[in-house]
Every structure is written in C-alpha cells, then in structure tokens.
C-alpha cells in the first residue's frame, strides 16, 4: 500500500537529507540550506519550523520558516529571514500547494500578522497569497580572465573601476570576520541602520566554513576602507554583507573590492556573479544598476493572518525616518551595543 505524503517538521537526523534535496534541486540556494536553521535561532533567537515533506521515506519538498516575534516590528512566519531567496522547494507544483497551505497551517496556529514567502521567480498562487514584488536583484556571467570581466561591466562604471585600480588598494590575505564586521559596522551606522550583531559573522564562518569568505580593502597605508563577506555556493559567488569607510567613496574602494571579487571568484571556479537584492529606487538599487548587469524582480508572496495590512519595514516609511536620523549622529560604540537589539527583526 502506498503511504500519503506526510507533512512534518525537521528532525536533526533530517538535516544532511534536506542538504542533498537542497543541493540536487535545480532551484535549490544558499539560503535553503540547513546551515541557517542554527545560525538565526543561535544569533537571533527565532524559532524555526522547518517543514519538510516525505514520500516513502523520501524528501520530495521543503519549507524553511522562522518565527519573528516583536512588538514594535510585528510578529511573522518568514522564508527566509536575513536572507534574499526562501520559499518552497518541491518536485512538483501539487506538492509545493500542499507546503504553503502547512505554511498557512502554521501562521494560524501561531497567531502570527502574515506568512512570507521570499521566492525568486514568480510561482503560481492560490489564494490568500498576495506578491509583494518591492525587490530586485542583479547578476552576471562571469567571463575568463580579468580583462575580460572588466570589459563586460557597462563604461561609466568600468571607468570608476579603472581609476580605483590607480589608487594603491590592496586586499588583506585574511580571512578576517573581526575586520570584515568592523567596517561594516561603520558603513551601516553612516547610512542610518541598526548593525547586526558580530556574532552573526562568526557564526556564518563556523557553519558554512569554505562556502563563507571576507574580503577586506586597504588603502595605501594599511587602514581598512571597505569590506565584504561574501557566500559561494554551487556556481555562484554572493556578496552579502558590504560597506566602506567614509575613506571609500573617494578612493573608489568598493567598486575595487567588487571588481577583485569577481576576478576572484572566476579563479575558484565560479561562473556566476549575484549581486544581491535592493529595495527598488533605493541607493544600493542605484549603484548596482550602474555596473549594467542583468536585473530581475524578486516574488515576494505574503498571505495575511491577523493582519489588515501587508507590512512596510522600508526606511522611506514615516515611521522609521526619525529612528534613522538620530541613528546616524549615534557614536559608532554605542550603535554596535544597540543596533543588535533592532537589527534581529529587520531580516
């Protein structure tokens, strides 16, 4: 007798099975993979429900989800908080229907305000899921050598690269998450955003090891100026976590950082660039459209539970504007003590 397709949560023992289904399935990212479960539910403290669905003792779907619970930023069901792509993995449609509606199973269950499902391409959805397409992200191909990767970058953008490489930047050998965060932390500050806790950075560095690399610029007398870190994963190479000084915009040293990243992640192997997602009109939106890569809206779905409203966390929101003025006159010491208590609900 054939046994019904079974719904349940992960397991520890499940954990290398869903790796594989991640790794094997042809939509199958970074994100999906189990690695974050311990991640966000040791550096965030959020709850992971971590649905799967078996067939014969077979994983044939998967749904990562985690529970953020706040009462000033709401309280969600997310595929995949602090990451760009979520959503369902599964062999076939029916079985991906059936995964969304345990999604909205569980939201009930929970009380939640929605369930969000961070899909990269547009899936057919029954209702009550609503696309929420405020994202988008940018990619390229990555060609063979460094003159050719340089060449493939649209003119202007290319001449700020090539005016970067005059300024005697270097890049530290190290893979240094201390350095990586530090910058960061001060890039984010400027901008107005609470940073993140630095145990995120060590704690993507001890779980995804090799697949999670920092890449730190110098100027010409050794100060760091900008950083990155930046997840590999099958053919494709993700900088995730960037920022510079305020030495960077003059020195150029972030267009330098990306530009070494590509050629670096070209020797590994990699064949793909992704840039990552930008609210649309946003200033990171700006910067990347420069480099002329090929961009591709995000589709978002949310479904409202208990809420009435479909959730706006963008800092153009009113309610945010203030919180974001006061953040960037906030001394960099205390906005590293502070910012981890918000940041953790802004993923």
């Known amino acids: ?38 991640v966000i539910q040791s550096v965030f403290k959020h709850t992971p429900h971590y649905l799967l669905a078996e067939n014969e003792g077979t ?34 449609d029916a079985i991906r229907h059936k995964l969304e509606k345990a999604s909205l199973k569980l939201g009930s269950s929970l009380n939640v305000d929605y369930v969000e499902l961070r899909d990269k391409d547009q899936r057919e959805a029954e209702e009550p899921w609503v696309t929420h397409c405020q994202h988008a992200t940018f990619s390229s191909v990555l060609n063979d050598t460094p003159d050719q990767i340089l060449t493939d970058i649209k003119r202007k953008q290319r001449a700020v690269i090539r005016h970067s490489l ?3 930047l270097q890049w530290d050998n190290q893979d240094n998450t201390t350095l990586c965060y530090d910058v960061y932390a001060q890039s984010v500050r400027n901008l107005g955003t609470p940073v993140f806790n630095k145990k995120l950075f060590d704690s993507l560095k001890d779980t995804f090891g090799h697949q999670c690399e920092t890449l730190v610029i110098n100027d010409n007398n050794g100060n760091p100026v900008s950083s990155v870190l930046s997840f590999y994963y099958k053919d494709t190479v993700l900088p995730y976590y960037g920022g510079g000084t305020t ?33 649309k009109d946003s200033g990171s939106y700006k910067y990347k459209k420069h480099w002329g890569m090929q961009e591709d809206n995000l589709h978002y779905r949310i479904a409202l539970i208990k809420a009435k409203d479909l959730p706006n966390l963008s800092p153009n929101n009113p309610k945010y504007k203030l919180l974001i003025g006061l953040w960037k006159k906030m001394p960099l010491a205390l906005s590293r003590q502070i910012g981890p208590q918000l940041s953790k609900y802004l993923g």
């Not at 499940?14 to 970074?30: R, S």
């Not at 994983?59 to 602090?82: R, Y």
């Not at 050629?263 to 840039?275: L, T």
């Open 59 to 92: 994983i044939v779907g998967v749904l990562p989800l985690f529970e953020q619970k706040s009462h000033f930023f709401g309280h969600a069901l997310i595929s995949t908080p602090f990451c760009v792509y979520g959503g369902v993995l599964a062999d076939s």
């Open 166 to 168: 005059n300024n005697e």
């Open 247 to 279: 030495d960077a915009r003059e020195l150029k040293s972030n267009d330098y950082m990306y530009y070494q990243l590509m050629c670096m992640a070209r020797d590994k192997g990699m064949s793909k660039f992704d840039f990552g997602r930008s609210k």
């Open 1 to 38: 007798m054939t046994l019904p397709l079974q719904i349940r949560e992960l397991t520890p023992q499940d954990m290398q099975a869903w790796d594989e289904y991640v790794d094997n399935h042809k939509d199958g990212t970074f994100f999906h993979l189990t690695g974050w479960y311990k």
